[in-house]
T-cell receptor
Framework: QKEVEQNSGPLSVPEGAIASLNCTYS??????FFWYRQYSGKSPELIMS????GDKEDGRFTAQLNKASQYVSLLIRDSQPSDSATYLC????????????FGGGTRVLVKP | GAVVSQHPSRVICKSGTSVKIECRSL??????MFWYRQFPKQSLMLMAT?????????EQGVEKDKFLINHASLTLSTLTVTSAHPEDSSFYIC??????????FGNGTRLTVT
């Protein structure tokens, strides 16, 4: 079983709708999680970090963490065509020297 | 804040030559730097982790003699692809972090070996 799992997509979302991305992880002691966005041919850029259970909002983005169920999600409200990208979920594994483990990414397509 | 500069952004070299890629953290001290490789339409693949002043830790299947990593200071790490071959053509991305802070990526280097 992969350590961080994401649905590869593509997740097709109409413009203005909410895109919901999910990520599950296997390391029960992981403390911190990150969402990155990667446009085709570019390097990933950090969207959000989340460290405790519950929701964290930043603009149109909301990250949700549920440690008991071992999942972290990302909601994108009022999706725009410019949100079309691959979204990577990552967990920080402290025991592995603070190495980030990435999921395979979910490709999101926002259609005008 | 948290800017990571990677250079060059694009390089074309002939088979058998070596290529050096630089990664700098511009506004923070990077206790750890990571080097990734990404082939088209595939996910990031971690190649190695380097801590300042110590030898890099390579992931399984990555040849340490082919991909030389130097992390000489808290702001600079270099990756040298030695004796490059066409199959080494890829997108190489460095990243850096301070402690457990979020990881920040450089803009990547697209390597083409002819």
């Amino acid at each position: 079983q992969k350590e961080v799992e994401q649905n590869s997509g593509p997740l097709s979302v109409p413009e203005g709708a909410i895109a919901s991305l999910n990520c599950t992880y296997s390391d029960r002691v992981s403390q911190s999680f990150f969402w990155y966005r990667q446009y085709s041919g570019k390097s990933p850029e950090l969207i959000m970090s989340i460290y405790s259970n519950g929701d964290k909002e930043d603009g149109r983005f909301t990250a949700q963490l549920n440690k008991a169920s071992q999942y972290v999600s990302l909601l994108i409200r009022d999706s725009q065509p410019s949100d079309s990208a691959t979204y990577l979920c990552a967990e920080n594994i402290k025991a592995a020297g603070n190495k980030l483990t990435f999921g395979g990414g979910t490709r999101v397509l926002v259609k005008p | 804040g948290a800017v990571v500069s990677q250079h060059p952004s694009r390089v074309i070299c002939k088979s058998g030559t070596s290529v050096k890629i630089e990664c700098r953290s511009l506004d923070f001290q990077a206790t750890t730097m990571f080097w990734y490789r990404q082939f088209p339409k595939q996910s990031l693949m971690l190649m190695a982790t380097s801590n300042e002043g110590s030898k890099a830790t390579y992931e399984q299947g990555v040849e340490k003699d082919k991909f030389l990593i130097n992390h000489a200071s808290l702001t600079l790490s270099t990756l040298t692809v030695t004796s490059a071959h066409p199959e080494d053509s890829s997108f190489y991305i460095c990243s850096a972090r301070q402690g457990e802070s979020p990881l920040h990526f450089g803009n990547g280097t697209r390597l083409t070996v002819t």
